[in-house]
């Protein structure tokens, strides 16, 4: 029996972060989940091409932009089920037992998010997107996703764009995504990128939230993500 999951990672210059994200999937290899990694590079300058070609895994490139790499490795994939996870991510222990036995049924899944760092923020920040995703389906790249190909084909795939194609998956799998009981833990960044992010996905949650007190069929309509 063929191996089920398609790993996809985009990569940018990710020497430094990778190797950590690479060694937890050896849990999934030994137990026989993993079918094949795929690296979809957007113009990496260091040795990630070399760490790629060390692992097996196979080698896409194109321009910079997660969403279209994202993309153009779901094309390429040969699983059943799509596993999209990003560089410096680590999935905890025990991950491959949980993805075994949610892969008996079509789904959309995410993990729960843990986030290094000192100090209060990265667990302030991880406790918020997990709460998100908790009770308003919204979980973003820095979460995971683990998905059937059949599931994904329904969204259109992930936007080529180079940011918020995470935000606008997770409006496609609206009211389908569930949580998986794994950890994926990354490094904590604090960039206006992140702050950008975070804006975005608040005055989505706004939108939910009015659309949850809205009484009224027409602006629940209006109000929803298409």
Do not use: C
Not at 18 to 36: K, Q
Not at 72 to 86: H, K, P, S, T, Y
């Amino acid at each position: 029996m063929r191996a089920p999951i398609t790993v996809i990672i985009p990569t940018l210059d990710a020497e430094r972060v990778l190797p950590a994200t690479m060694s937890a999937l050896m849990e999934g290899l030994e137990a026989g989940l993993i079918r094949e990694l795929v690296l979809s590079d957007g113009g990496s300058m260091d040795t990630t091409p070399d760490l790629a070609d060390a692992a097996g895994a196979v080698w896409i490139t194109g321009p910079r932009s997660r969403g279209g790499q994202l993309r153009r490795g779901a094309e390429v994939a040969r699983g059943d089920w799509l596993l999209f996870l990003r560089a410096g991510m680590v999935l905890h222990p025990g991950w491959a037992k949980e993805m075994r036995a949610a892969i008996s049924e079509p789904g959309a899944y995410y993990f729960y998010l843990r986030l290094g760092g000192r100090g209060a923020w990265p667990k302030l920040r991880a406790g918020w997107a997990n709460l998100r995703a908790r009770v308003f389906g919204l979980a973003y790249g820095n979460q995971g996703l683990l998905i059937d190909i059949a599931t994904y084909g329904t969204t259109g795939g992930f936007a080529d764009a180079p940011r918020f194609e995470d935000v606008a998956m997770a409006r496609a799998l609206s009211g389908r995504l569930r949580s998986l009981p794994v950890t994926a833990e990354t490094q904590a960044r604090g960039s206006a990128a992140v702050v950008r992010h975070d804006a975005s996905a608040l005055r989505l949650v706004w939108r939910r939230f009015q659309v949850m007190l809205s009484s009224d069929p027409r602006a629940r309509a209006e109000t929803l993500p298409h």
